[in-house]
């Protein structure tokens, strides 16, 4: 079966620190993964997507890694905002299929 | 460019009463997906659309649920009659395909039912 893991499952943070969450997944044949932010009452945005050649990706204050090997993936935030709380939710897409597995996400809270 | 519109944002509604979500998905997306998600947790597909035609809906729960998307561009989601655990937030998302298949999301309708 396929799943996606994340930790931790909240976490909170002081303005300006740095933070790092994780995924792993057992999701086969993997085709890509992505994370989003999805702030409260808000739809998921994507912040980065990875596919199998690719090990990083930035995208501002955000930088993803992707080890396929150990089927783990990470979301560097530095130097965090008040603007970065949200959950933030991995999704790992499956090869030959249009649906992607979710992530349960991450709580996080950016504390002045 | 307009992203994914969804209405209403919110809807507040008795136990077997009908409800319907409204959704127009970025323009030139062939692909619509509609999902149901709780408090805490990630989206769970309900329907997934290849223009007009429902390619995956085994996680649909027929006896209530139902979707349409007569000209391929925007759908409904409709559910009757609603029941106490259908209170969730029901997120539309389109594509335009490929490799990547990135997936925008619209802000979703937030389902209370009483």
């Known amino acids: 079966k396929n799943q996606v893991e994340q930790s931790p499952q909240s976490l909170i943070i002081l303005e300006g620190k740095n933070c790092t969450l994780q995924?792993?997944?057992?999701?086969?044949?993997?085709?890509?993964l992505r994370w989003y932010k999805q702030d409260t009452g808000r739809g998921p945005v994507s912040l980065t997507i990875?596919?199998?050649?690719?090990n990083t990706k930035s995208n501002g204050r955000y930088t993803a890694t992707l080890d396929a090997d150990t089927k783990q993936s990470s979301l560097h935030i530095t130097a965090s905002q008040l603007s970065d709380s949200a959950s933030y939710i991995c999704?790992?897409?499956?090869?030959?299929?249009?649906?992607?597995?979710f992530g349960r996400g991450t709580s996080l809270i950016v504390h002045p | 460019e307009a992203g994914v519109v969804q209405s209403p944002r919110y809807k507040i509604i008795e136990k077997k009463q009908p409800v319907a979500f409204w959704c127009n998905p970025i323009?030139?997306?062939?692909?619509l997906y509609w999902y149901l998600q709780n408090l805490g947790q990630g989206p769970e597909l309900l329907i997934r659309?290849?223009?007009?035609?429902?390619?995956?809906d085994s996680q649909l729960p027929k006896d209530r649920f139902s979707a349409e998307r007569l000209k391929g561009v925007d759908s409904t989601l409709k559910i009757q009659p609603a029941e106490l655990g259908d209170s969730a937030v029901y997120l539309c998302?389109?594509?335009?395909?490929?490799?990547?298949?990135?997936?925008?999301f619209g802000p979703g309708t937030r389902l209370t039912v009483l």
């Open positions: 998302a389109s594509s335009s395909g490929g490799t990547v298949d990135e997936q925008f």
């Open positions: 323009s030139g997306h062939n692909t």
């Open positions: 999704v790992v897409g499956v090869g030959g299929s249009y649906i992607p597995t």
């Open positions: 990875m596919t199998f050649s690719e």
């Open positions: 995924c792993n997944y057992t999701v086969s044949p993997f085709s890509n």
């Open positions: 659309y290849e223009n007009e035609e429902a390619v995956d």
